[in-house]
């Protein structure tokens, strides 16, 4: 499977249909910037080292992050599609999905200490009872680790 696509879009958290359409061009002062195509809400995605070397050779004026073989960026549909064929030639099991990535995303997160709203903040959910959703397959073991550690430093 080509890395690439699967590293940025569990990077960034995004919905299919908006991530098909960023690209350097939605790079400014260190951020990735986006307003939601579903939500309309602003988000705003710190870019780390790590992030930049995966985005190195990808031109300044490309469309996009990434490209069907024609250059042009992928519709919404046309990347599931492409992602599906990448996971089944790569020999991951079957029912992998973009949205999938994106869940596993906000469960990252969550795993990494961060709160509720900060996961909004990359997200773009506009509720909590929805972050908590994607949430809840997060490692409650760490996290009650975390949590404790947490308490005793205070």
Request: hydrophobic fraction near 35%.
């Amino acid at each position: 499977m080509q890395q690439r696509p699967l590293e940025i879009l569990l990077y960034i958290g995004q919905r299919r249909g908006d991530f098909v359409k960023l690209g350097p061009k939605d790079i400014q002062d260190g951020m990735l910037c986006l307003q939601q195509q579903k939500t309309s809400q602003p988000v705003y995605i710190p870019l780390t080292s790590r992030f930049q070397e995966i985005i190195k050779d990808i031109p300044a004026d490309a469309p996009s992050f990434i490209t069907t073989a024609k250059g042009e960026p992928f519709t919404p549909a046309g990347f599931t599609n492409w992602f599906r064929d990448m996971c089944k030639e790569a020999g991951l099991p079957k029912g992998l999905s973009p949205h999938g990535v994106r869940k596993a995303t906000c469960r990252r997160l969550a795993e990494a200490g961060c709160t509720p709203h900060q996961i909004m903040a990359i997200s773009g959910h506009k509720s909590l009872s929805e972050v908590t959703r994607y949430t809840a397959a997060a490692n409650r073991r760490d996290l009650a680790l975390q949590a404790i550690a947490t308490l005793t430093e205070h």
